[in-house]
């Protein structure tokens, strides 16, 4: 006798959301009934088109530009969808939404939650120079990153690390913890356990000034930040007279740096690009500008 297939809601727009689909539709036991999604994004620098990989696979897919709450809940309702999966969703679900399916709503949130709730998890872990985070799925509920946790895997960040890799990873452990959820999700208990709301913190929600550079700023904080913004997001700045340049990648300068120069000092020029003073002293340190973006030629002993 054939059992029959599990529905499943989806709902995402990001590159995360492409790979816990993915990961959905390979699952013969799990039949996905639906699929919202946005027709363009600028919001998030890693948008991806999923509508293509849905239909593909033959699923329907519905637009939030054209589907308010009543519609995505009566979808729900329609479809008969078991649970939600929300990967890559920046968009809040009222209690409407995340009543229906029996076994609720699954979220995402690359950190080690209870810790780290908020905006922006990976540009934070990567600015404060953090050598950790996590890749957490867990239960949807109405506050922000706050519901019962499912999987939790911790991921290391190196030196090396930039936006890109660290993302890379978590993205590398979402198929096998989608796996996971659904391996319980067929023995009828998920086995979600209460975030210990007594240990949260919260990121807050980055804005521009944050991206921009303070040669005042140690050597190590420029290079984390720059780190933390490169591709897919939008970049660090800093400015040069009245303009604004682009850092895509640089480098911590190791050796003597003059305790005498400036912060934005530019100490040397080579073919590798220039080194710029940080910090104050010689404890400050220098970076070297190995990719950037409409920043115009420098000499030494200009001035950023």
């Known amino acids: 006798m054939t059992r029959v297939r599990i529905p499943v809601f989806f709902i995402g727009c990001v590159q995360s959301s492409a790979v816990a689909l993915t990961a959905l539709l390979a699952r013969p036991e799990i039949a996905v009934s639906g699929v919202l999604t946005l027709r363009s994004n600028t919001f998030n620098a890693d948008f991806v088109d999923i509508a293509e990989i849905a239909s593909k696979a033959g699923v329907p897919v519905y637009y939030a530009e054209e589907t308010d709450v009543q519609k995505l809940a009566s979808l729900l309702h329609e479809s008969g969808s078991e649970i939600v999966f929300t990967i890559g969703w920046s968009r809040l679900l009222g209690a409407e939404i995340l009543d229906i399916p029996r076994h609720g709503v699954v979220g995402f949130h690359p950190a080690a939650l209870p810790q780290n709730r908020g905006r922006h998890p990976l540009i934070w872990a990567l600015a404060l120079g953090l050598d950790q985070t996590a890749s957490t799925l867990f239960v949807m509920d109405e506050g922000a990153d706050s519901g019962p946790i499912l999987s939790q895997m911790r991921v290391s960040i190196t030196p ?145």
């Not at 240990?199 to 050597?219: E, H, L, V």
């Not at 997001?233 to 003059?258: Q, S």
Request: aromatic share 4%.
């Open 160 to 304: 090396q690390d930039d936006a890109q890799s660290l993302y890379d990873k978590v993205l590398a452990l979402l198929p096998g913890q989608i796996d996971s959820i659904l391996d319980r999700l067929m023995m009828g208990d998920l086995g979600a356990v209460p975030q210990d709301h007594m240990q949260a913190t919260a990121w807050r929600k980055r804005g521009a000034p944050d991206g921009q550079i303070d040669w005042r700023m140690s050597a190590e904080a420029v290079h984390n930040l720059t780190r933390a913004l490169t591709r897919p997001y939008i970049g660090a700045e800093f400015r040069h007279g009245t303009g604004l340049a682009k850092l895509w990648r640089c480098e911590v300068v190791a050796g003597d740096v003059p305790r005498d120069a400036e912060p934005g000092k530019v100490l040397a020029v080579d073919a590798r690009g220039p080194v710029i003073k940080t910090g104050m002293g010689a404890g400050g340190g220098a970076v070297r500008l190995l990719e950037t973006e409409n920043c115009p030629e420098l000499r030494k002993g200009d001035y950023l």
